[in-house]
């Protein structure tokens, strides 16, 4: 047979196979099986039928437009040498990221969903304008970095050094240094003036950057060649880019405030804005960054270094330059990132911000040294972290210091390493303007309120630095909560809170499909795509068997997790990105199972009565022990607002039984508080407030599925309950907290071990400091700090118990009791 006959042939055949296997598009066929095809109505057109009976079936069976498909021998002898374009799915999105309806005007309301591709930024020759050539993917990289736009950055060093108010420090500095009558013109003074004037100069020469844009590309270059070794995609959202291109092109300054995960986030985020020929913003690095060879490198890339602790009433001339250096910055058209986190988060979850940086941008606009600037908040996503873990850290270990060397060995692991996909996410830009005149205005209000009833108001200050922090909760909660879910989050979060002990792939599988669906409905963007059983397997081959392992079972093969404390640790960082989506039902499953008595629950008791004013008062209890560790309201939102949704949401999974009567007495209740407080007389009528009651399904599916949202928080609770017991069993009533978090760390790995607690992931060194800081402000005890030796006191006498302490861990306990 000839060549071209043969490829007559297997074109014919393919055509005949096609043709097989598609679908008739001319109306019933094959006696009388019907192929239905959806096409969309024409309301412009008229359908000429006689009845409506006939429109309709006339529609049903008109045939579908559609692009023919017909195999040529041509086409097929040149498959090989045409260009294959990539395929891209589109499908609809959540539009996350968007600003909040109540304190940005104008944002409508709720969470579209759009059409959005997602552009792999691996692919250069999809992002640019680089045509593929014979030289390869090596060369057509540097080819297109090179090509990438110049920006302009200006050196602003001389500039700081002028500013007044750097002047006026390095002045408060010397007189402070001399005596406090020291004049000009005294010779000890001119000579303390020279001693702080070369002081601010060394500081000056530390904090600034010195960008130069031929090493920008380069090392653009290198990164994105390592980077495609290490990760099988590097993700964005196209739309978003464009967001962000407009609010740099305006004119003003951009804020990029990211979540802070991996040392890979400001490099990534540098990346993904210079692949895009936009301005790459100056990154504000801590000190422990500066080290041979990194910290020049990095000040070349747009890095200036602070220190990790600033106190501004100490160090007043430090932030003075500090300040002078960002707000001249801005004035000069440069672009800021800074992580409100402050550093790394060691569980998985977000930290609660720290706005000392932020209080810098806003006091620049206040003081009219930039007209207004756009905040961008950015979360970055890894199926796997570059750094591994940080399990040492959270037992109480020393943390290792960044070294060079420390560098390279990272770096090579890391090569030898693969990572899965990558994904950066842009939040909509806002204006600074609105969201600082919002919050103002609502710590306005409640100092008002204050003084209408009677309590000492705040002062200006406290005034402004409550709305500093506001903002930097609400910043960091809105950008929390539209961080998308990657596939290692989903997986390790299901073992951890519903597969502990075990379970198939098949299982495994149709629970996570379960939790897509939920995770769609409330509008969250997952990253990953494709049947969940493949999604599992791509998880777990990136955990490996060092975390996760296979064993055979006489139910089958099954998946589970390494019980063991460092290995559990880990799991929970990957699973904790979950808890933005589920810890507001956690507080609320945790205080209905401790308001139902589920220790004395009698299985014939199919519902149970709790009251509305005691799960609030609980839920309240809640937030307040845990608000160094989550932020879990809106400065512009309410705690009866989280619940009213969350009893909503178990309404329609029936753990809580709808009552139409009980439904009336909220809705009178809401009622009620809208009046009263629309009233403008002056006087006030008394207010008698309705405690709903709320009736609790006890049978088996409900329970379960309050058991699976209790478990979300418990890990935290228990660690709380273990740190408030410690304190119990001192005979002294002052420790030092270095010491007494490793006696917490002794002990909780003995109850562990004993089966007193069940969560081996409770066991973390972020939750017990931030406990002494909780307990301290329920008065429970003091925390002293001298010579940077920190000391917890009890409100207590020697050998006797502190009677505050007690109650606090006795009620913690109600919380944290193992359930059958």
């Not at 907290?737 to 607690?757: A, C, D, P, S, W």
Request: hydrophobic share 40%; aromatic share 10%.
């Amino acid at each position: 047979m000839r060549s071209d006959e043969m490829v007559e042939a297997l074109a014919t055949g393919f055509q005949n196979l096609y043709n097989k296997y598609t679908r008739s598009e001319n109306g019933p066929q094959d006696g009388g099986r019907r192929d239905v095809y959806i096409v969309p109505v024409n309301n412009n057109t008229a359908v000429a039928t006689g009845d409506a009976q006939s429109q309709f079936l006339l529609q049903r069976y008109r045939p579908k437009a559609r692009r023919s498909f017909v195999f040529d021998a041509k086409h097929l002898c040149q498959a090989k040498t045409l260009k294959w374009h990539m395929m891209r799915q589109s499908r609809l999105r959540a539009s996350m990221g968007q600003c909040c309806p109540v304190c940005i005007p104008n944002t409508p309301c709720g969470t579209a969903k759009v059409v959005s591709n997602l552009k792999n930024l691996l692919d250069i020759y999809n992002i640019g304008n680089i045509q593929k050539s014979m030289f390869g993917c090596f060369v057509d990289d540097l080819k297109f970095f090179y090509q990438l736009k110049s920006q302009e950055y200006k050196y602003i060093y001389d500039e700081v050094l002028e500013d007044e108010v750097v002047e006026k420090a390095i002045a408060a500095a010397a007189r402070n240094a001399c005596s406090e009558d020291a004049v000009v013109g005294d010779s000890r003074f001119d000579e303390e003036m020279k001693t702080q004037q070369a002081n601010t100069r060394r500081i000056l020469t530390v904090i600034s950057a010195n960008v130069k844009n031929w090493v920008y590309k380069v090392i653009g270059w290198f990164t994105y060649r390592m980077i495609s070794l290490l990760a099988t995609s590097l993700v964005v959202q196209p739309t978003q880019i464009d967001r962000v291109r407009e609010a740099e092109q305006s004119g003003l300054p951009v804020i990029y405030l990211p979540l802070h995960k991996s040392h890979m986030d400001y490099i990534l985020l540098g990346l993904v804005l210079t692949v895009n020929n936009i301005k790459p913003p100056l990154v504000a690095a801590g000190e422990n960054l500066r080290v041979f060879f990194i910290s020049k490198l990095l000040s070349f890339l747009g890095a200036f270094y602070i220190k990790r602790h600033i106190d501004t009433k100490r160090d007043q001339l430090y932030w003075s330059v500090l300040s002078s250096y960002i707000k001249n910055s801005m004035k000069n058209g440069h672009h800021i990132e800074f992580f409100l986190e402050g550093a790394r988060t060691r569980s998985g979850k977000c930290c609660v911000p720290k706005a000392g940086l932020l209080s810098i941008i806003v006091d620049a606009y206040r003081e009219k040294v930039i007209e207004d600037a756009w905040i961008i908040p950015v979360s970055m996503s890894y199926d796997r972290i570059l750094e591994g873990n940080f399990v040492r850290e959270q037992l109480g270990q020393p943390k290792k210091k960044e070294t060079f060397f420390a560098a390279i060995s990272t770096f090579i692991k890391a090569i030898c390493s693969h990572y899965g996909i990558m994904r950066v996410d842009f939040n909509k830009p806002y204006r600074l303007r609105d969201l600082y005149e919002s919050i103002d205005k609502l710590t306005k209000l409640e100092n008002e309120s204050l003084n209408k009833n009677g309590m000492e108001m705040m002062s200006a200050t406290i005034c402004y630095k409550t709305t500093v922090d506001r903002m930097a909760k609400h910043i960091v909660y809105d950008c929390w909560k539209s961080t998308p879910i990657m596939s290692t989050h989903a997986v390790c979060f299901l073992l951890l809170n519903k597969h502990r002990n075990g379970t198939t792939l098949e299982q495994l599988a149709k629970d996570l499909s379960l939790m897509r669906d939920k995770l769609s409905q409330a509008d969250r963007d997952v990253g990953f795509s494709g049947r969940s059983i493949e999604v599992i397997k791509h998880a777990l081959d990136l955990l490996g068997p060092k975390l996760v392992v296979y064993e055979n079972t006489d139910s089958g093969r099954i998946v589970k997790p390494i019980l063991d404390v460092p290995v559990l640790i880990e799991l929970s960082y990957y699973g904790n990105n979950l808890i933005s989506h589920f810890m507001h039902q956690s507080l609320v499953a945790l205080t209905i199972c401790k308001l139902i008595r589920w220790d004395f629950l009698d299985k014939a008791i199919t519902e149970m009565i709790i009251s509305r004013n005691d799960l609030v008062g609980d839920v309240t209890f809640l937030t307040n022990l845990l608000q160094f560790d989550f932020v879990f309201i809106k400065p512009c939102d309410t705690l009866d607002n989280i619940v009213d949704t969350v009893i909503r949401h178990f309404e329609e999974e029936e753990i809580i039984l709808m009552d139409m009567i009980l439904e009336e007495e909220r809705r009178s209740q809401h009622i009620a508080k809208m009046l009263d407080s629309d009233s403008d007389d002056d006087y006030q009528r008394p207010y008698v407030e309705i405690d709903v009651k709320y009736r609790v399904n006890t049978n088996v599916n409900s329970l379960n599925k309050l058991k699976f949202y209790r478990s979300v928080m418990m890990p935290y609770l228990e660690c709380m309950a273990e740190s408030a017991g410690s304190f119990l069993a001192l005979s002294n009533n002052s420790v030092i907290e270095r010491e007494h978090v490793q006696t917490i760390l002794n002990q909780m790995h003995e109850n562990l071990k004993e089966g007193i607690l069940s969560y081996g992931e409770s066991i973390s060194l972020d939750t017990i400091k931030h406990s002494f800081l909780a307990f301290e402000k329920f008065d429970c005890l003091k925390i002293t700090t001298k010579d940077n030796i920190k000391t917890l006191q009890m409100n207590n006498q020697p050998n006797e118990l502190n009677p505050c302490m007690q109650a606090m861990s006795d009620y913690i306990e109600e919380f944290v009791k193992q359930l059958n």
